[in-house]
């Protein structure tokens, strides 16, 4: 399974995107689907993750600010961001753990999401 994200782009603070995750195959079955995130000198975090019976987790910096979502029908996993700080600048991963939670067997290349203040 392959995994291209789209969406990101420079976006003024306070402004909001909408990440999108296309997998090459289904994400019916997939047990945990999320989103991570890379800014420079930094550790990679998670931001969001959704499973397949939709239960929810958001990282405590995301304070009700960010929305995740799958569309089974569409192979598609989104990240709805909205009032962006300039702290959100990063690269955005897609990542899947197909049988195992949080396992990530597939990652996507990386968008990435840049917010000026």
């Known amino acids: 399974v392959q995994l291209v994200e789209s969406g990101g782009g420079l976006v003024q603070a306070g402004g909001s995107l909408r990440l999108s995750c296309l997998a090459s195959?289904?994400?019916?079955?997939?047990?945990?689907m999320g989103w991570y995130r890379q800014a420079p000198g930094e550790e990679r975090e998670l931001v969001a993750s959704?499973?397949?019976?939709?239960?929810?987790y958001y990282g405590d910096f995301v304070k009700g600010r960010f929305a995740i979502s799958r569309d089974n029908a569409k192979n598609t996993l989104y990240l709805r961001m909205n009032s962006l700080e300039p702290e959100d600048t990063a690269m955005y991963y897609c990542?899947?753990?197909?049988?195992?939670?949080?396992?990530?067997?597939?990652w996507g290349q990386g968008t990435q999401v840049t917010v000026s203040s």
């Open positions: 959704i499973t397949e019976t939709n239960e929810l």
């Open positions: 195959g289904s994400i019916l079955s997939f047990n945990v």
């Open positions: 990542a899947a753990a197909p049988l195992k939670p949080y396992e990530w067997d597939y």
